[in-house]
């Protein structure tokens, strides 16, 4: 048995009562059923919840709003770092120069044009700067890190090849 926190009576809570009653009762019943006192604290929870996040939200979406020139700064210095860097050469250091070549592109990051900087405010120069020097760095290692796989792709090939050439088929069919 279940208190009824609107009435004085008391209801039973069981599925075939709630079938023989009228849909009157049959809400009443489920009314008692829903704030029991297991439901009450969850929903004052819940409620508690809401209305701390009511508060604190605002202060993170502010807090992640960026400065429009700012924005405008990191996306031209992304677009300059993809226009201004010579892809096929990083492709064939990185093929001739191996790891080497790979080890250096990971590592330095270049300075971007002064021409592009001249009269910006610092803020601008600096969300530039860095967005330059990341977006180059990573399309250097890139680049040079895909021509390091096909000159050892390349490599692996021309050798199976003179090896099969210089010693026959003893090779594959040894296996």
Request: charged content about 15%.
């Amino acid at each position: 048995m279940l208190n009824n926190p609107w009435h004085e009576q008391t209801t039973p809570y069981n599925i075939e009562s709630i079938t023989r009653k009228s849909a009157s009762e049959a809400i009443r019943t489920l009314k008692t059923v829903f704030f029991s006192k297991i439901q009450l604290r969850s929903v004052s929870l819940l409620a508690g919840l809401m209305a701390i996040l009511m508060f604190v939200m605002p202060s993170f979406s502010l807090a992640q709003q960026r400065n429009p020139v700012i924005a405008r700064a990191i996306t031209e210095g992304e677009l300059n770092a993809k226009a201004q860097i010579n892809t096929f050469s990083w492709f064939a250091l990185g093929y001739i120069g191996g790891p080497i070549t790979v080890t250096v592109a990971a590592f330095y990051k270049p300075p971007p044009p002064a021409g592009l900087l001249l009269g910006k405010s610092p803020g601008y120069v600096e969300a530039y700067t860095k967005a330059y020097k990341a977006k180059t760095r990573s399309l250097r290692f890139k680049y040079a890190t895909i021509g390091f796989i096909a000159g050892v792709i390349t490599a692996a090939a021309l050798y199976t090849a003179y090896d099969y050439g210089a010693y026959g088929s003893w090779w594959w069919t040894s296996w």
